[in-house]
């Protein structure tokens, strides 16, 4: 089984619709990460969050908000999904060395 | 605004030949990482460079790092059709958040 997977792995949805993209990983790790993936853009960080009880923004927080339910399962939402959320959404894990990072296969949400 | 500028964007290679993909980055890191990623696929850790390192390999791959020039090379020698792919440059400066260059697309002609 894969360490970190993602829920769901395709998703259309419709402006002002609230959408949950879910990430759970069994490596133990207790930092988490979420990303966005625009063409031609490279990885954006979302929110990240070092423990069950420390979450942070990253560089591109508004219109997102997440939830860390345990040490394995980090979520994120958008509570009025707009088209231009339309992207591959990336979630991450890494051990407290905080180095390398290891990824889940990706979200592709469509917001129509 | 993104921290890694990466060069080329795009590259096609015969097969058997080598592959070098630069990184360039604005501000004092830690380390600097590159990452594969097969089309719509998640990313996958490749090599990591401490900033008190100037040269990296790990098999087929070779990483540099000049920081007063505040640039990272990565050569992949004899490369493969499986090599086709995007990589992707990230430096850290603290703690473990990462920022992406927006990658370079390789191309391996059998």
């Known amino acids: 089984d894969a360490d970190v997977t993602q829920t769901p792995r395709n998703r259309i949805t419709k402006t002002g619709k609230r959408i949950m993209l879910e990430c759970s990983q069994t490596?133990?790790?207790?930092?988490m990460y979420w990303y966005r993936q625009d063409p031609g853009l490279g990885l954006r960080l979302i929110y990240y969050?070092?423990?069950?009880?420390?979450?942070n923004k990253g560089e591109i927080s508004d219109g997102y908000s997440v939830s860390r339910q345990a040490q394995a399962k980090f979520s994120l939402s958008l509570e009025s999904a707009i088209p231009n959320q339309t992207a591959l959404y990336f979630c991450a894990t890494s051990d407290l060395r905080g180095t390398e990072q290891y990824f889940g296969p990706g979200t592709r949400l469509t917001v129509t | 605004s993104q921290q890694g500028e990466e060069d080329p964007q795009a590259l096609s290679i015969q097969e058997g030949e080598n592959a070098t993909m630069n990184c360039s980055y604005k501000?004092?890191?830690?380390?600097l990482q590159w990452y594969r990623q097969n089309s719509g696929r998640g990313l996958v850790h490749l090599i990591l460079?401490?900033?008190?390192?100037r040269e990296k390999h790990s098999g087929r791959l070779r990483v540099t790092l000049d920081t007063s020039k505040k640039s990272s090379s990565l050569l992949i020698t004899a490369s493969r059709a499986a090599d086709t792919a995007s990589y992707f440059c990230?430096?850290?400066?603290?703690?473990?958040?990462?920022?992406f260059g927006e990658g370079t697309q390789l191309t391996v002609n059998p």
């Open positions: 969050s070092f423990d069950v009880k420390d979450i």
């Open positions: 490596k133990g790790h207790d930092r």
């Open positions: 460079i401490r900033s008190n390192e």
């Open positions: 501000t004092s890191i830690n380390n």
């Open positions: 990230a430096t850290s400066a603290s703690g473990s958040r990462l920022t």
